[in-house]
């Protein structure tokens, strides 16, 4: 029986460099590129794996679809399901999709569904499988994505902090071939089972010593934190830092997938320092204490030049 030929796009991502392996260990056939292929790159492919950008999809689609391309399996993720008070725990591929406004990642990944739910229409003889990762963590090192969204916060207090659910980067990896040798055709969540809460979070992360403030004024610190680059999240994701987005991936589990890690698991294997805990004893205490300064002084203003003034001599003595 000859070997499945599979074309890889994204490859050169942690991810992708783990998709393409363990194709290969499976006795795949696998090409890969970051650019978008040609109907010639294409010819004789069985599967396209789809790793990059959305905003390449409909090129890799429409390449796909010129040489008959049998399957294709895009990554998308579960921030298009949005973050909002009022959703289920967990999340099923039935429910609606409502990225959060303003979030320009969540909603590049709806349109890239939408891209191949459009495709899958013009070509319904090809399996497509379309696969809403949660964010994916890297015992090498942290993406954009897990630090802003899935590294529990340090200035909200554990009660007010959303479950958090990640997978290992081996366990994406595994899906993802899993979705490509298996043909799976549809929607399907990737996730571990579960969740943990907040607060177990992020000392089985090892985030760093937490500083409980008010709502308003945490919220305050991590936009300043993010637009400083020592840590929180772009604004229009804080309400992934706020409310639940937690996915079931029941349906995945039914084809055969199972993961390695638990969500505990994988924070603990990926564990690492954080800006915080890079800080010397002598800086956090700096910036403990400004911000607690700035707490009780000036309120949010006061929390805003706090942190502002700690980090840039933080900086300085760097």
């Known amino acids: 029986m000859a070997a499945t ?26 090409a890969a590129s970051d650019a978008a292929p040609s109907k010639r790159a294409l010819e004789g492919v069985d599967v396209v794996v789809h790793l990059a950008r959305p905003t ?80 994916v963590l890297l015992p090498s090192g942290e993406t954009w994505l897990s630090a802003a969204l899935a590294s529990p916060s ?45 607060e177990t979070a992020r000392a089985l992360s090892a985030a760093g010593v937490p500083v409980p403030l008010p709502e308003r004024l945490a919220g305050v610190v991590e ?20 409310h639940p987005w937690v996915v079931a991936s029941d349906r995945l589990r039914a084809t055969g997938w199972q993961p390695a890690y638990s969500v505990e698991e ?12 890079e800080l010397s004893p002598k800086r956090r205490q700096e910036v403990a204490l400004s911000v607690a300064g700035g707490v009780l002084v000036t309120g949010a203003a006061g929390v805003a030049l706090a942190v502002k003034a700690a980090s840039s001599r933080a900086s300085r003595r760097g």
């Not at 366990?171 to 996730?191: S, W, Y």
Request: net charge negative; proline share 7%.
């Open 56 to 135: 390449m999809l409909q090129s890799v689609l429409d390449a796909a679809g010129d040489a008959a391309v049998e399957g294709v399996v895009v990554t998308s993720s579960a921030t298009v399901y949005g973050a909002w008070s009022d959703n289920s725990v967990p999340l099923t591929e039935d429910a609606s999709l409502r990225p959060n406004p303003g979030f320009t990642f969540a909603a590049e990944q709806a349109e890239g569904e939408r891209v191949a739910a459009e495709w899958k229409d013009d070509h319904p003889s090809s399996a497509v499988a379309v696969l809403r990762l949660v964010p």
């Open 266 to 277: 994988a924070l603990v294997a990926c564990r690492k320092g954080s800006w915080w805990r």
């Open 5 to 30: 030929r599979v074309f890889v796009t994204g490859a050169t991502s942690a991810l992708g460099e783990r998709v393409v392996a363990k194709l290969r260990e499976a006795g795949a056939d696998v």
């Open 223 to 242: 936009r300043l934190a993010w637009r400083l680059r020592v840590g929180g999240a772009p604004p229009a994701a804080v309400p992934y830092r706020e």
């Open 154 to 198: 340090l200035v909200r207090p554990a009660d007010s902090l959303p479950p958090v659910q990640v997978i290992h980067v081996e366990d994406a990896a595994t899906a993802i071939v899993h979705a490509v040798l298996q043909r799976l055709d549809g929607t399907f969540n990737v996730a571990p089972e579960g969740s943990v809460n907040g």
